[in-house]
């Protein structure tokens, strides 16, 4: 498969990529800043562009077969998620590509009830613009009706670690385990974005996975 990604450097994008590499596919790896150093695989094709600009995404998504966005803002600049969301989705309509989007776990519900991580009483407060950036960036994708979009909230708890090459899924509620840990890796979360990419089983939806 021809597999672009977008913030390629980022904890997950980084480890997309080297999942995809692994798996055989073609990877083009976007960088907004080409000058900037970065450790990608010698595999890659590196390019340069912006999932903010609609120009940018159409001509790094025509002729590939999966865009994988796994941008993440720096702290105090979470409303770019959302301009990022927007660029992606103008960008990507009409490319015939599919759009996968890692976002995050605060608008997951908690097991037995109807609120949500982001209400939850152990959720970090200084975890809460993130939060809701990602909150304002799923309803963008579900407002849209043009692209084959799938988005992927991980795990209430996302670490770099090891690739077991297993985990859960679910589609809209927190999965946990037998003790109520809802965790995922870096790495398994790779492996989880991949495996939904070379098997297509979630269109226009967002899913979940955790072990």
């Known amino acids: 498969m021809r597999i672009t990604v977008f913030g390629a450097t980022g904890n997950v994008g980084s ?3 080297a999942e995809a590499l692994a798996r055989g596919h073609q990877v083009t790896a976007v960088l907004r800043d080409p000058a ?6 010698g595999a890659a094709t590196i390019a340069t562009g912006d999932a903010r600009t609609a120009e940018d995404v159409t001509r790094l998504a025509t002729g590939q077969d999966v865009v994988i966005s796994a941008t993440r803002p720096a702290p105090g600049s979470e409303g770019e998620l959302a301009t990022a969301t927007k660029g992606l989705l103008a960008g990507m309509a ?43 960036q799923l309803a963008l994708y579900r407002a849209d009706t043009e ?3 799938a988005y992927l909230s991980p795990a ?9 090459g297993r985990y859960r899924l679910g ?3 927190l999965v946990v385990d037998a003790d109520g840990t809802s965790a995922i890796s870096m790495e398994d979360l790779a492996v989880a974005l991949l495996d939904e990419a070379e098997q297509p089983a979630h269109h226009r939806t967002r899913f979940t996975a955790a072990y």
Do not use: K
Request: net charge negative.
């Open 171 to 173: 589609r809209d509620e």
């Open 147 to 149: 692209v084959d979009w």
């Open 94 to 136: 009409g490319t015939g590509a599919r759009l996968l989007a890692v976002g995050g776990a605060g608008s997951l519900t908690l097991p037995g009830g109807g609120a949500t991580v982001i209400d939850g009483p152990d959720f970090p407060p200084g975890w809460l613009p993130i939060a809701l950036a990602c909150n304002e």
């Open 36 to 41: 900037r150093p970065h450790s990608l695989p």
């Open 15 to 17: 480890r997309v990529v």
């Open 156 to 164: 209430a708890l996302l670490e770099p670690g090891v690739r077991t």
